[in-house]
């Protein structure tokens, strides 16, 4: 009798468990990507001072995209665009990036090479130098440029921040790497163009002596004085300066992509230049794509202790105060809108904080739908390597660290590819 019960006992304790097993694998499905638990324990051990639960985040409420400064709500594409989007615009410029100043300067481009028969025939590389004068100095940003040879049309283009060494990006293509795989980008019919963000200016606090902020500054620096970001950015528009005289590209047809500190760099050069008809965000957390109110990894005040050049001066006020800041991330992204833009994290990369990335893409969807009322995006994030998209706006998580890799490209060329009809 005994015996008969407790085999009843365990028959059933099966089948409840297999009759539970789908459910717990679908709502994983729906659920989608959640953080690994081993690297959450191994960061939280070593970065104590650094958030990697969920768990512990804080309760936070973002600021309102869809109500002006003086309470109006917005509720159609025109009303924010000649309203609210200059507005949070200026916002950005005054707490976070700073202001371009307004002086004067002369530019000039100088082709100083073109290979007709690079990439084994497949291209044509042009090396193009920017100058940039201004009251006797002047400063050169070197842009190299690989357009796929044969395509009978204008190429739609990818313009890449080079944030790292110059062998990460090198035209003569003896050294080649995945951060930027410009025989694959040229093989999809884009043209492939880099410049290095130092160019423009130093990745280093030198009091912002060097660079385009020794050329250009004048008197005592502000609040808003621009930082190194927003100088990047600045470079990434007087690439497209070029660009858009090049008769072998489609101008209306330009991404601008950035990884890590490249990427904070390419969102805000498509916030400040609507010429950028896509920016691509590759891992660019605190300062970039990812939720500050989260505080989840990197924080405002860690990120200006340790890099006090990239933002103004105005941003350090919001460290540890993030909940008072008049903007959040989700309000950059927005300002690319209706143009597209396309987020990416790495499942291991927490100090970029994936999940808050990906939240600050979904809370600009209000904005996507004032000119694409279909745009829309689960509140789930999707799980690993199942890159989503919607409308002009897309996102993936990879598997693996904080990098570039030919991976990403493939799920960005993707999405390229649907944005420009290709
Ligand atoms: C880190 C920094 C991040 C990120 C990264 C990078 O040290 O904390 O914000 O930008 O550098 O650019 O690789």
Known sequence: MEKKRSTAAVIFLISLVLSLLPAVVLSQAVQGWKAPQDVVEKLSKSQPRYNYYEEKVPAYTLPELLVTLDGKKIDNSDAWTRIRRPEILELFRENVYGRVPETPYEKSFRIVSENRNAMGGAATLKEVDIEILSEGKSLTIRLNLFVPNNAGKKVPAFLVI???????????????????????????????AVFQNSDVDPDNFDDFKNGIHGLLDRGERKGDSWGTIAAWAWGASRCMDYLVTDSDIDAGKVAVLGHSRGGKTALWAAAEDQRFAMAVSNESGCGGAALARRKFGETIETINRAFPHWFCRNYVQWGNNEDSMPVDMHMLLALIAPRAVYVTSASEDLWADPRGSYLSLYNSLPVFRLFDRNTSLSDQMPPLNSPVNSGNTGYHVRDGVHNLLVKDWNWIMDMADKVFRL
């Open 162 to 192: 080079n944030n790292r060494g110059t062998d990460q990006a090198d035209p003569s293509r003896k050294i080649k790497n995945e951060f930027w795989p410009a025989e694959e980008i040229v093989s999809r019919g884009y043209a492939a």
